[in-house]
């Protein structure tokens, strides 16, 4: 149990890869925060936990707003005296984020505020509780969008993803010498509920299958895999590190998809 006794918070624990990382570090021995705006989604999260004889609590609330998102943080924080890991997870994907032409300025913003400014602020709330554990980890879910461009765009949601690396690096040097390490993580496509919504469209899947190497999706097991690793005191000499988990989506140049 590498994760044993360490006080993990994730953000987005309600389904997805939040919800895999979460029962993951949990069977780890993590005592987890199940952080999530859907109040019955983070009580199933906590409740498969439990039930597979884990420990975790549920925090609920707005991580885009700085009363809420602090609160979540005490809270969270109380029921286990400290925070040892925050796993920055939550984020949304809209319909309508296209190109910088024909993506509204609202969904922009709501992008934003989602997938960046959240983070800053999980951040900004969990700091003082990870500094004082004396051997804190921030892991930060970005995402392949933040290291290649797409000629299928979602300008807001790549330029929070992109914000949410270079925070992470400024993080990890920011803290190095206060013995807290900050690490980013950068799946590809993966089988997540919003994910596999979206190419239940056989055109989008045709489209996107072909570039995927291994002609699939991600598990959320797998980035979840990845995740208690980093959060180990075996990944304790990685800090301002970004992990590419995409199934070779990045290295690739050619694809043969006549097998696909």
Excluded: H
């Excluded at 707005?62 to 029921?79: H, K, V, Y």
């Excluded at 930060?140 to 969008?145: H, Q, T």
């Excluded at 390490?181 to 596999?196: D, H, S």
């Amino acid at each position: 149990m590498r994760l044993k006794n360490k006080r993990v918070f994730i953000t987005g624990a309600g389904g997805g890869i939040g919800r895999a990382t979460a029962e993951k570090c949990a069977a780890e021995g993590a005592r987890v925060i199940c952080a999530d705006m859907s109040a019955e989604a983070a009580t199933a999260t906590q409740a498969a936990i439990q039930s597979a004889g884990g420990t975790a609590t549920t925090v609920i609330g707005d991580l885009t707003n700085e009363t809420a998102c602090a609160a979540m943080f005490t809270q969270g924080a109380a029921a286990f005296g400290g925070l040892d890991v925050l796993f920055n997870n939550a984020g949304i994907c809209l319909g309508d984020d296209a190109g910088p032409v024909e993506t509204p300025l609202a969904s922009w913003n709501k992008t934003i505020a989602a997938n960046l400014t959240s983070v800053f602020l999980c951040c900004k709330a969990g700091l003082p509780y990870l500094l004082e554990s004396g051997n804190g980890v921030i892991i930060n879910n970005a995402s392949i969008v933040a290291l290649v461009g797409s000629a299928f765009p979602q300008i807001a949601y790549t330029a929070a993803k992109g914000g949410v690396l270079a925070m992470t690096r400024e993080l990890a040097i920011m803290y190095a010498r206060q013995k807290l390490r900050a690490v980013a993580i950068c799946p590809g496509p993966t089988a997540t509920p919003l994910v596999k919504a979206f190419l239940a469209d056989e055109e989008a899947w045709r489209l996107r299958r072909r570039y995927l190497p291994m002609g699939r999706l991600a598990e959320p097991s797998e980035i979840a895999n990845l995740v208690a690793f980093l959060a180990s005191d075996e990944a304790s000499f990685i800090t301002g590190s970004a992990y590419t988990i995409d199934g070779g989506v990045t290295a690739s140049y050619v694809i043969d998809d006549r097998q696909i």
